[in-house]
T-cell receptor
């Protein structure tokens, strides 16, 4: 149980295009979903926290107009990187929480490369 | 700025030895502490969490927490080559938030 999927697992796009990443909790309903970004040899950095049906809460320094988050249901959250640039190339990881941080389950991640 | 510090390593131990991984955190009000394992190119997986001062054991893993020193560690007994990975320490601050603040991780290599 407690499986979180992400799609796609990797994506390569041209600079200026938009990319959508899906995060799904497959066998549970997540009260909260989190989006992280991890650059090579760096820590996971939280980008935003989202709850179903409400606006996402973005961390300081994360542009909400560039990283659009939609949490349409208790099992699906999407992250859209708009007008992607090479510096947005990173490993994007979502997690879903049922009740509390010890029930925060991570997806397998999406590697984005912007050319 | 809430920070979590880890020695980036690499830490190299022989198979069967005890690996000791350390982490310090800056927010004295932190309440919850986590250790994750991350294989290269993969997402983190939870190994253990600890909330109270002292030791917590789970199989070959022991987490140790000392809130007065703002220090948390992970011991891996009988290390195996499959334990070779980057170990991430993560902390949740006080206030009921679920937001995890991660350290940069320590890369562990277990040599056969």
């Amino acid at each position: 149980g407690a499986v979180v999927s992400q799609h796609p697992s990797w994506v390569i796009c041209k600079s200026g295009t938009s990319v959508k990443i899906e995060c799904r909790s497959l066998d549970f309903q997540a009260t909260t979903m989190f989006w992280y970004r991890q650059f090579p040899k760096q820590s996971l950095m939280l980008m935003a926290t989202s709850n179903e049906g409400s606006k996402a809460t973005y961390e300081q320094g994360v542009e909400k107009d560039k990283f659009l988050i939609n949490h349409a249901s208790l099992t699906l959250s999407t992250l859209t990187v708009t007008s992607a640039h090479p510096e947005d190339s990173s490993f994007y990881i979502c997690s879903a929480s049922v009740s509390g941080p010890d029930t925060q389950y991570f997806g397998p991640g999406t590697r984005l490369t912007v050319l | 700025q809430k920070e979590v510090e880890q020695n980036s390593g690499p830490l190299s131990v022989p198979e069967g030895a005890i690996a000791s991984l350390n982490c310090t955190y800056s927010d004295r009000g932190s309440q919850s502490f986590f250790w994750y394992r991350q294989y290269s190119g993969k997402s983190p997986e939870l190994i253990m969490f600890i909330y109270s001062n002292g030791d917590k054991e789970d199989g070959r893993f022991t987490a140790q927490l000392n809130k007065a020193s703002q220090y948390v560690s992970l011991l891996i007994r009988d290390s195996q080559p499959s334990d070779s990975a980057t170990y991430l320490c993560a902390v949740i601050a006080q206030g009921g938030s679920e937001k995890l603040v991660f350290g940069k991780g320590t890369k562990l290599t277990v040599n056969p």
